[in-house]
């Protein structure tokens, strides 16, 4: 059996609705041969006439009679599937995305992040996804909706992605701690006692890269998977902390902070998602409200 011409179902819908092989090409904007072509091969397809001389008129014949109805509708269900979807109700919108970030992000963002979102879409409800590495299978598998991090070479090449801000490291210490009695130097900072941070257990890193060319070593005292842990040690000890600025503003009050006495790059940090969900409406717009509440 071939392949139906799916074109011919608007050719029909607009001759059934004119009656006149004229007035159907004018519409369609094709020349009446074309037109008249078109109704041979509708005559061909369905085995009727389905438009037949009466005088100078075109009438429709029972089949085309019986035809009209199902073939608008038809053609409009057809033109709704290929339009862009509409942005729909978000106070009736029932849905639950999967986010993953780092902790530090849910408890610096995250409690802004849900108030926004219940205020425009109640039913929406947000599960949040601790990140133990930059693979991107969970977005490729749709098990996670979206994730915040550091674009890096383990971030897969189709995703899409958007920053957020620009962060960079600080070093951090409890108030009243030794160091914040004087100016910081590298040779004072590197003396210290430090918190290493890194979800695969690493102990050097960049700050450790930009010690060594002043010949300095950090003592790594402890090494911890997440920013919110560094700080509740340091907290609570005498031991130095070094986290990103943006990412923690919410969990150093009371604390005291620093510019790090070594020259680093700032970063961005970026929302990343698989490109299945771009175009989706209620998707976009919870990357808006997380990009808004990380101005």
């Known amino acids: ?17 004119e009656g006149s092989v004229a007035r ?10 074309a037109m008249s072509r078109a109704l041979a091969r509708l005559r061909e397809t369905t085995g009727d006439p389905l438009l037949v001389r009466a005088g100078r008129a075109l009438v429709p014949t029972p089949r085309a009679l019986e035809l009209r109805e199902r073939v608008s509708q038809l053609v409009l269900e057809t033109q709704a599937v290929l339009r862009p979807a509409e942005q729909p109700d978000l ?20 409690a802004e992040l849900i108030a926004r979102v219940a205020a425009q ?17 969970a977005l490729r598998e749709g098990t996670v909706d979206l994730e915040t991090g550091v674009v890096g070479k383990a971030t897969g ?30 040779e004072r900072y ?19 890269e930009a ?21 509740a040690l340091a907290r609570s000890s005498d031991l130095i902390a070094s986290v990103p600025e ?9 604390m005291y902070s620093f510019a790090l006495p070594v020259s680093l790059a700032e970063f961005t940090v970026a929302m990343l998602w698989h490109p299945r969900l771009d175009a989706d409406p209620v998707h976009r717009w919870l990357r808006s409200c997380l990009r808004d509440v990380c101005v």
């Open 24 to 33: 159907a090409a004018k519409r369609l904007r094709l020349s009446p041969s």
């Open 190 to 208: 590197a003396a210290g006692k430090h918190i290493s941070v890194s979800r695969r257990g690493v102990e050097f890193g960049p700050i450790d």
């Open 246 to 254: 943006r990412h923690t503003t919410n969990l150093r009050t009371g």
């Open 91 to 110: 106070a009736q919108v029932t849905r639950t995305f999967t986010l993953r970030t780092s902790e530090g992000f849910v408890e610096n963002f995250g």
């Open 157 to 186: 090449p189709e995703l899409r992605t958007q920053g957020l801000f620009r962060d960079r490291l600080i070093g951090v210490v409890r108030a009243g701690h030794p160091l914040t009695e004087s100016p910081m130097t590298p």
């Open 121 to 137: 879409a109640p039913g929406v409800r947000l599960r949040f996804m601790h990140k133990p590495d930059k693979d991107s299978t």
């Open 211 to 231: 010690l060594q060319p002043l010949d300095l070593q950090r003592h790594i005292a402890t090494i911890v998977a997440g920013f919110s842990t560094a700080l």
């Open 1 to 17: 059996m071939s392949t139906p011409d799916f074109n011919l179902l608007v050719t029909l819908d607009v001759l059934l609705a």
